[in-house]
């Protein structure tokens, strides 16, 4: 049996060295992309690309680029596999890591940062296609699920099945599936995966990024707690802090977001208040001043300490002292 003809680009494979050749060598599976050097680094790009009659699927591996798209009539979920992506819509700034991926809307530009090399897999879904299948006012509904945010957990029994099933779909076809040789049996695929896609995001999976990963122990977390403690009376910047934790400081900075929802200095502001006070409950009022307390926790400007202290704990520090 010949290869069915409209399934095009199957496990196409090239590699480039100039972003600009990026949008042309792309357009069949994702149109209106682009790519510009984001520095003086080596600018690389792996790609194999395969597309059904309408599901478009791609791996990559890219360094020293900034990824555009015009708003498109398409919608794109990016799976980072190794390291976190960075993208970034106007003034806000999203770091998805594996365990989620990101959903470009349709009608929205894609600003997509990659300095490190970074592999991904992306699934494009061209709304035509899925306004055949789903009708207008489901595609209408997108409007509502945009307000919910730009990730997807791949964690939660939905965004699972759907992870597993994109997986599934991709490597069948690069290893030249069955299913690719016939009109019928790949709609039929490309159709159950649009639709473990709208299960995924029509359930809760779909939010913003601090909100879908599962939360679970988190040892960076524990490594930096503790180190927090054991020097809570000594000076901590965050650079320290985040050496201790051995990542970036915006990686940091997301863990106490999600686990603490602080930053890592309002947490350390936290326990040194709380270690005054438990010193100045255990404080003889006779012999004891307030502001050396505060000073040993680095606490210098006492007007301050003093209005934060009685946010926390509801009186002010001299109160807690005579009691």
């Given at each position: 049996?010949?290869?069915?003809?409209?399934?095009?680009?199957v496990t196409h494979s090239f590699r480039i060295n100039d972003p600009a050749q990026l949008?042309?060598?792309?357009?069949?599976?994702?149109?209106?992309?682009?790519?510009?050097?984001?520095?003086?680094?080596?600018?690389?790009?792996?790609?194999?690309?395969?597309?059904?009659?309408?599901?478009?699927?791609?791996?990559?591996?890219?360094?020293?680029?900034?990824?555009?798209?015009?708003?498109?009539?398409?919608?794109?979920?990016?799976?980072?596999?190794?390291?976190?992506?960075?993208?970034?819509?106007?003034?806000?700034?999203?770091?998805?890591?594996?365990?989620?991926?990101?959903?470009?809307?349709?009608?929205?530009?894609?600003?997509?940062?990659?300095?490190?090399?970074?592999?991904?897999?992306?699934?494009?879904?061209?709304?035509?296609?899925?306004?055949?299948?789903?009708?207008?006012?489901?595609?209408?509904?997108?409007?509502?699920?945009?307000?919910?945010?730009?990730?997807?957990?791949?964690?939660?029994?939905?965004?699972?099945?759907?992870?597993?099933?994109?997986?599934?779909?991709?490597?069948?076809?690069?290893?030249?599936?069955?299913?690719?040789?016939?009109?019928?049996?790949?709609?039929?695929?490309?159709?159950?995966?649009?639709?473990?896609?709208?299960?995924?995001?029509?359930?809760?999976?779909?939010?913003?990024?601090?909100?879908?990963?599962?939360?679970?122990?988190?040892?960076?977390?524990?490594?930096?707690?503790?180190?927090?403690?054991?020097?809570?009376?000594?000076?901590?910047?965050?650079?320290?802090?985040?050496?201790?934790?051995?990542?970036?400081?915006?990686?940091?900075?997301?863990?106490?977001?999600?686990?603490?929802?602080?930053?890592?200095?309002?947490?350390?502001?936290?326990?040194?208040?709380?270690?005054?006070?438990?010193?100045?409950?255990?404080?003889?009022?006779?012999?004891?001043?307030?502001?050396?307390?505060?000073?040993?926790?680095?606490?210098?400007?006492?007007?301050?300490?003093?209005?934060?202290?009685?946010?926390?704990?509801?009186?002010?520090?001299?109160?807690?002292?005579?009691?």
């Open positions: 049996m010949e290869r069915n003809q409209s399934l095009t680009n949008g042309p060598q792309l357009a069949p599976v994702a149109w209106g992309v682009s790519a510009e050097q984001v520095d003086d680094g080596h600018f690389a790009a792996d790609f194999q690309t395969a597309k059904l009659q309408n599901l478009g699927i791609f791996a990559v591996r890219l360094e020293n680029t900034r990824i555009l798209r015009v708003p498109s009539d398409y919608i794109t979920v990016t799976v980072p596999l190794d390291q976190e992506l960075r993208f970034f819509d106007h003034e806000e700034r999203d770091d998805v890591l594996p365990g989620a991926a990101h959903i470009l809307w349709h009608g929205h530009p894609l600003n997509l940062e990659i300095v490190n090399p970074a592999s991904m897999l992306v699934a494009v879904y061209p709304i035509p296609w899925l306004r055949e299948m789903w009708g207008a006012a489901a595609i209408a509904e997108f409007d509502r699920l945009v307000e919910r945010g730009t990730a997807i957990s791949l964690e939660t029994k939905r965004g699972r099945t759907y992870w597993r099933n994109l997986n599934y779909v991709w490597s069948e076809i690069s290893r030249g599936a069955v299913f690719l040789d016939a009109r019928g049996p790949a709609t039929a695929v490309e159709n159950c995966h649009a639709e473990l896609f709208r299960l995924a995001i029509d359930g809760d999976a779909v939010g913003t990024f601090d909100h879908v990963m599962t939360p679970r122990p988190n040892r960076t977390l524990e490594r930096v707690e503790l180190y927090i403690r054991e020097h809570l009376s000594e000076e901590l910047t965050l650079d320290e802090l985040v050496t201790v934790a051995e990542t970036s400081a915006s990686s940091l900075l997301r863990t106490f977001k999600l686990h603490r929802d602080t930053t890592p200095m309002r947490y350390v502001k936290q326990l040194r208040l709380e270690a005054v006070h438990r010193s100045l409950l255990a404080a003889d009022a006779s012999d004891t001043k307030v502001s050396d307390l505060a000073a040993d926790y680095g606490f210098f400007q006492f007007g301050r300490f003093a209005a934060d202290f009685k946010r926390a704990f509801g009186e002010l520090p001299s109160e807690t002292l005579r009691i």
